[in-house]
Nanobody
Framework: QVELVESGGGLVQAGGSLRLSCVAS????????MYWHRRAPGSSRELVAG???????SYAEAVKGRFAISRDYAKNTVYLQMNSLKPDDTAVYYC??????????????WGQGTQVTVSS
């Protein structure tokens, strides 16, 4: 019903930057909260950042001051600007969104993930 597709991952040296994007498509009427999560090798998934429908952002302590989440309402897209990257940021990054479908149903969608690798 709803597809979320991430892009922008890759290999970067420590101290570098990447910008992730996630586009929602399908039976999207509107989108409430949008999130970025990550799963590092051997670790459980963690919430990295979230942004509400009104644009209020929140961050995990580990990324505060380095990452910035934003969204484009017209494009149903959420971004994650990642600066001052560290090797510890290496993970698969996933986006998720709380979507309101045409017809009024609510749906929690997830993307397939994009790999971010930070070399030291």
């Amino acid at each position: 019903q709803v597809e979320l597709v991430e892009s922008g991952g890759g290999l970067v040296q420590a101290g570098g930057s990447l910008r992730l994007s996630c586009v929602a498509s399908g039976r999207v009427f509107s989108i409430n909260d949008m999130y970025w999560h990550r799963r590092a090798p051997g670790s459980s998934r963690e919430l990295v950042a979230g942004i509400t429908r009104l644009g209020s952002a929140s961050y995990a302590e580990a990324v505060k001051g380095r990452f910035a989440i934003s969204r484009d309402y017209a494009k149903n897209t959420v971004y994650l600007q990642m600066n001052s990257l560290k090797p510890d940021d290496t993970a698969v990054y996933y986006c998720s969104a709380r979507v309101v479908l045409h017809g009024g149903q609510q749906y929690d969608g997830w993307g397939q993930g994009t790999q971010v690798t930070v070399s030291s």
